[in-house]
Antibody
């Protein structure tokens, strides 16, 4: 059974960089069939897609966050990471990592396995 | 930012049928397949429906999805207490160079 677990600081200061890792167990991250992504949920609000990365290196980012986001994969550790720079209080949220599937042209696109999420608070 | 609109709440008594709508546009639901997620607070969101109407293994057949034009619906028949959760529709959107969009979310309450 595939499992994903987020890790990283729970508190980040404004203007600094939020860094999270997602460790994948029960399966290899080095697959061309699936992709790996990050989604967040601010307190009291809905889900927001941050971005996704295919093992091939192709990345897709939410246009509203694109200038501040980097997603990367580390196959040696079987994990992938999220970096979000210049954070503000608006970036306070529960951050989820997930595995996804996409068909050609992203006609079918969904996340089938999710981590439990980790709360990141941006505050001085 | 969400471009998929859902009613904020829905409710029903045990055994009833509840339907949740998801309104989008030609750049998302009108041209891509819809996914539905169930989310209980404090837990990982769960994939409920993919490809408009496909259920992953383990999802009860009480849950069904459908689409028509630029709208989608999730139906829960034979409502059970454990169905009380937040439900989100989602789809790829080809606008703005492409992004994955979630619906605004619907809180289902079992009365």
């Amino acid at each position: 059974q595939l499992q994903l677990q987020e890790s990283g600081p729970g508190l980040v200061k404004p203007s600094e960089t939020l860094s999270l890792a997602c460790t994948v167990s029960g399966g290899s991250i080095s697959t061309s069939i699936y992709f790996w992504g990050w989604i967040r949920q601010p307190p009291g609000k809905g889900l927001e897609w941050i971005g996704s990365m295919f093992y091939s290196g192709s990345t897709y980012y939410n246009p509203s966050l694109k200038s501040r986001v980097t997603i990367s994969v580390d196959t040696s550790k079987n994990h992938f990471s999220l970096k979000l720079s210049s954070v503000t209080a608006a970036d306070t949220a529960v951050y989820y990592c997930a595995r996804g599937y996409s068909s050609s042209g992203r006609y079918q696109y969904y996340f089938d396995y999710w981590g439990l999420g980790t709360l990141v608070t941006v505050s001085s | 930012q969400s471009v998929l609109t859902q009613p904020p709440s829905a409710s029903g008594t045990p055994g009833q049928r509840v339907t949740i709508s998801c309104s989008g546009s030609t750049s998302n639901i009108g041209s891509k397949t819809v996914t539905w997620y169930q989310h209980l607070p404090g837990t990982a969101p769960q994939l409920l429906i993919y490809g408009d109407n496909q259920r992953p293994s383990g999802v009860p057949d009480r849950f069904s999805g459908s689409t028509s034009g630029t709208s989608a619906s999730l139906a829960i028949s034979g409502l059970q207490s454990e169905d009380e959760a937040d439900y989100y529709c989602a789809a790829w959107d080809d606008s703005l160079n492409g992004l994955y969009v979630f619906g605004t979310g619907t809180k289902v309450t079992v009365l």
